[in-house]
């Protein structure tokens, strides 16, 4: 029979400790220090979460363009406001009315799908919430 030396072989608890002590240096590395409360790690990503710059899509800045709807500073900062709250409230795909202009907002990406004016159908489908501001 073969005797196996257990100098070569690291037992359960040294295996443990080590990965133990391995994430704990990976978990210092990421926060950038140890003094870091999860209240402060929390708060920054729900604001890095919340901060919602829109873009448009190729079909809604033809929509824009065809329907003639021109947005204003105003508009354009109400329409980021409503996608932020439809983020707050989990929404996905959102409407969001600006004056007398809808919006389909796909919240996850940030994307203003669509944009409908007065002269229009309202009929709205595939989405989850609505956001009138």
Known sequence: MNHIS???FTSIEQMSGQLLNHKSIKTNQVNGS?????SEILKNQTTQTLDVSLKFSKHANERLASRNIDLSDSQLERLNTGARKAQEKGINESLVMVDNIAFIVNVKNKTVVTAVNDSDDKIFTNIDGAVII
Do not use: G, K, L, R
């Open 34 to 38: 140890s003094n870091v409360t999860f």
């Open 6 to 8: 257990q100098t070569n």
